[in-house]
């Protein structure tokens, strides 16, 4: 091994001598000092600047560029953009003027009564201040001062002021007193009418006069609710005890500069907004998940404070918008359509709510489908109402409810519905399931009519308004509802069946003008297929417990993104996420709409389709299919006709012996018919070797094995037995 240059040694005394400043030339250099002067040198000298600079990292002032991204502030507010928000304004601002009016006119006794009691003491004042001011007693303390002090120039140039007032006040006062007195004799030889007009004037203006400062004369109408104004040091101070770390410690650093404000705090609507960068590594889900905290912070009511992240700009941007009344304590808004003459169209955007601004949210109902989930009792069955009411309205549009809760939730509209069914037994889910399979049945009719359609009548190939309104096509709209969807998902004999056809429906019945609304309490993998879920394009989100049943509804990742349903209260029933009705996820309070009202509406729907000659089905006392076997004792004839000795048997024997033992049941019966009742059993047809009665010659055909109709027998037993425990 050969041994280094001498050249190439470290020389370890020297550098210790380096290091511990023995060296003779040894300097400390100042880099922040050096690298300052550098800059400066380098920016002097027109040279480069670094990145991590100062002056690389000055906001410069004004840029073309920055000009074209910056926003756009609305030089009209929304209510008068929109047609419907200025009405509501309107009304409001009219219905405000006559409440006023009317309150006060009901008290002018009491106000006269007022007036009336006071006006002595106002006549009082009126002379005394009139005397005052006739002879200048205000200024007699400051006269009363010189003659303390001994002063006598002061005084007599006093005197000579008050002398001149005193003339010239006198002279305005004898004016007056003669119109006054001629004003008398004029009102003596008036009318009578005249007299007690001029005499109540009198009192309105002594009693106006005689009014105590603390004891107004009007009571007040309208009590309006005094709220402190939102500022940039209160949210910081609400911010900084939410316990979120990222936030104390940049608060500690930067004090308030650590949360930057992107606009002004404003007005929006009945409350103030603020646009809000949250310091790095701060998400606004953190903040959204603290709302309670926020708002204990901002000591407003809960439902006052509405936080909402904005992760299309980044995930630290926050809206916090903070209202002037609690949500759930506001007066709810009237549904839009309630009061409208006349019917609805349906391709027109549907009113579904109002946002916490008081705004009304509205979202198209064509070529998308309606998922809604919340846990129990937060208002999910009156959110599936608002969607179906407006399609009663619109006569051309087809109706389907199907309430698997059985509680009636959806009853008002079983008089405008083609097929209608609730309860929870297992009638209602296998309707439900043969109400699936026509729809799939119905959605490719419909795709063969759109393809054989003229590109100029049909140029997207999807329904259209107006082929909606062809009555001859059939491709009019077509809303289904399915309330409590999971008894029908988690079925055990129905449950795969209905998800598969649910999916493929909701997959290709956009384009075809079918709709779907599905409502469920349970958003899991069973009782809410992902492939239903995942495709619908509107989803509404009303309380859930976890992050799961959040992202189920709303979308993979809203939870992440800080679109939270979790952080709806106990009082906020009727409110939650929006998601695809709008580009952002909306916090929305959905309209509500009670039973008698709801009648109501659905009286007016029935009428409008009598006029227009399009009710049918349940509507008019039409039966709905019925199934082509009857499935409480399919079961059991098969294993009557199939002995035990017979493993297997073809389908086409066993549909002969079956039309044997019932023909009325089983007379025609097919092959087909006979696979589809038994696929919700889990039982399954296959090859099965077997000979020919006709020809003798043995052959695999489609058939089935008589264990598997034990097995579901048995299955079936142990499942009606578990209920009836």
């Known amino acids: 091994m050969t041994s280094p240059r001498d050249d190439d040694r470290f020389d370890w005394r020297a550098a210790e001598r380096d290091l511990t400043g023995d060296a003779p030339d040894a300097n400390v250099v100042d880099l922040d000092a050096a690298r300052t002067a550098r800059i400066s040198a380098d920016t002097d000298d027109g040279g480069p600047v670094l990145v991590d600079s100062p002056a690389a990292q000055r906001t410069p002032r004004f840029t073309l560029d920055g000009v074209r991204a910056g926003q756009r502030r609305p030089i009209l507010p929304a209510w008068l953009r929109s047609r419907a928000e200025l009405r509501d304004t309107m009304r409001w601002a009219v219905g405000h003027l006559l409440h006023t009016t009317a309150y006060h006119a009901t008290r002018t006794p009491k106000y006269a009564g007022k007036l009336a009691l006071r006006a002595p003491a106002g006549a009082w004042r009126m002379l005394s201040g009139a005397t005052r001011w006739l002879f200048d007693w205000e200024g007699e303390p400051v006269r009363q001062a010189t003659v303390r002090r001994e002063n006598a120039e002061d005084y007599l140039k006093l005197s000579r002021q008050r002398d001149r007032r005193v003339r010239w006040r006198g002279i305005v006062a004898t004016f007056t007193l003669a119109i006054a007195l001629a004003g008398g004799v004029a009102v003596a030889l008036a009318p009578e009418w005249a007299r007690w007009a001029v005499l109540a004037l009198l009192v309105t203006l002594c009693g106006m ?54 606009a002004p705090i404003v007005r929006d609507g009945p409350g103030w907004r603020a646009d809000i960068d949250l310091p790095p590594g701060v998400t606004a889900g953190d903040v959204i998940e603290r709302r309670d905290r926020l708002a204990a ?19 630290g941007r926050m809206l916090l918008w903070v209202g002037d009344q609690d949500m759930a304590a506001a007066k709810p808004a009237a549904w839009p359509l309630l009061k409208a ?74 008089k405008v519905s083609a097929r209608y069914a609730s309860g929870q037994d297992d009638d209602t889910a296998e309707e439900g399931l043969i109400a699936l399979r026509e729809l799939r049945k119905e959605c490719q009719r419909r795709a063969a009519v759109i393809k054989g359609l003229p ?27 399915l309330d409590e969807v999971q008894e029908l998902f988690s079925h055990p004999e129905f449950g795969k069946e209905a998800g598969e056809l649910a999916e493929k429906v909701i997959k290709l019945g956009r384009a075809l003008g079918v709709i779907l609304v599905v409502a469920t309490q349970r958003p899991d993998a069973k009782s809410l297929p992902t492939g239903v879920s995942a495709n619908a394009g509107t989803r509404f989100c009303l309380r859930v417990m976890g992050q799961i049943e959040n992202d189920m509804i709303l979308g993979t990742s809203a939870y992440k993104n800080g679109i939270r349903a979790t ?10 996420y929006l998601v695809g ?27 409008l389709r009598e006029a227009a000659g399009t009710l049918t089905g349940h509507a008019i006392g039409q039966a709905a299919p019925t199934p082509a076997v009857r499935r409480d004792t399919l079961l059991d004839d098969i294993l009557t006709v199939v002995p035990a000795t ?80």
């Not at 109408?221 to 940039?232: M, Q």
């Not at 190939?461 to 077509?478: C, F, I, Q, S």
């Not at 296959?686 to 048995?714: M, S, Y």
């Open 646 to 725: 017979e493993a297997k048997v073809w389908a086409e024997t066993l549909t002969e012996r079956l039309a044997e033992l019932n023909a009325d049941a089983y007379g025609d019966l097919t092959r087909d018919q006979l696979t589809a009742a038994l696929k919700p059993y889990g039982v399954t047809t296959g090859q099965v070797w077997g000979t020919d009665p006709t020809t003798g010659k043995g052959a695999n055909r489609r058939g089935i094995e008589r264990q598997h109709i034990a097995d579901a027998v048995a299955e079936r037993h142990k499942r009606r037995g578990d209920k009836a425990a």
């Open 581 to 607: 009705a709008a580009d952002d996820a909306q916090i929305v309070r959905t309209f509500y709409i009670d039973g008698p009202t709801a009648e109501k509406i659905t009286d007016r729907a029935r009428a």
């Open 297 to 315: 912070g901002l000591t407003r009511p809960l439902g006052c404070v509405w936080p909402e992240g904005q992760p299309e700009v980044h995930p």
């Open 567 to 576: 952080m709806f209260a106990k009082k906020d029933k009727g409110v939650g």
């Open 341 to 414: 003459s006349g019917g609805f169209d349906l391709a027109k955007p549907v009113p579904f709510g109002t946002d916490p601004r008081g705004r009304i949210i509205t979202f198209d109902l064509p070529y998308t489908n309606l998922l809604i989930g919340s846990i129990p009792g937060y208002g999910k069955t009156a959110a599936t109402q608002v969607p179906m009411l407006a399609a009663a309205l619109d006569p051309y549009a087809e109706l389907w409810c199907f309430d698997f809760k059985g509680t009636g939730g959806l009853d008002p509209l079983e």
């Open 455 to 481: 590109k100029a009548v049909c140029p997207d190939n999807k329904v259209t308004p107006e082929l909606a309104r062809r009555r001859k096509l059939g491709l009019h709209w077509l809303v289904v509802a």
């Open 209 to 262: 006069f005689g009014q105590p400062a603390d004891k107004p004369l009007l009571d007040t109408a309208v009590v309006v609710p005094r709220v402190a104004r939102l500022t940039s040091d209160v949210v910081v101070r609400a911010l900084a005890v939410l316990g979120i770390s990222g936030i104390t410690q940049a608060i500690a650093k930067q004090g308030n500069r650590a949360i930057a404000f992107t």
